[in-house]
């Protein structure tokens, strides 16, 4: 899983981003951050296991229909059940050893 420093590859809005096989992030010092990385590196986990390019298809729908569900972006992008997994298990380091394989399809 390498990291990629560029903040031009990703939106102003956010500090990083999962590309698969990727992790890119706007600054050096993130690099130190483990519970940041572990939240990038649980959204590697899931677009391997949706064969990457439908990660990308199912998180846009997702987003979508969250997005008119809570007709505000943060709230509809903090529900996508890849962020709310992401999210609830950051802290957890030792999470992605023990994570089962589709864990996302809970936080629907």
């Not at 420093?5 to 992790?23: C, E, Q, S, T």
């Not at 890119?24 to 959204?43: A, M, P």
């Not at 997994?85 to 950051?90: D, G, H, L, R, S």
């Amino acid at each position: 899983m390498p990291i990629v420093v560029n903040k031009y590859l990703i939106g102003r809005h956010f500090v990083g981003i999962a590309l698969w096989p990727f992790i890119v992030i706007n600054n050096s010092y993130l690099k130190n951050d483990e519970v940041f990385i572990n939240h990038e590196k649980i959204h590697l986990r899931q677009q391997a296991e949706l064969l990457v390019i439908p990660f990308y298809g199912f998180y846009l729908i997702e987003y979508v229909i969250r997005l008119i569900q809570y007709r505000n972006s943060h709230q509809a992008y903090r529900n996508i059940s890849f962020e709310r997994e992401a999210y609830v298990n950051e802290d957890d380091l030792y999470y992605l050893k023990v994570r089962k394989p589709w864990s996302f399809i809970k936080y629907l």
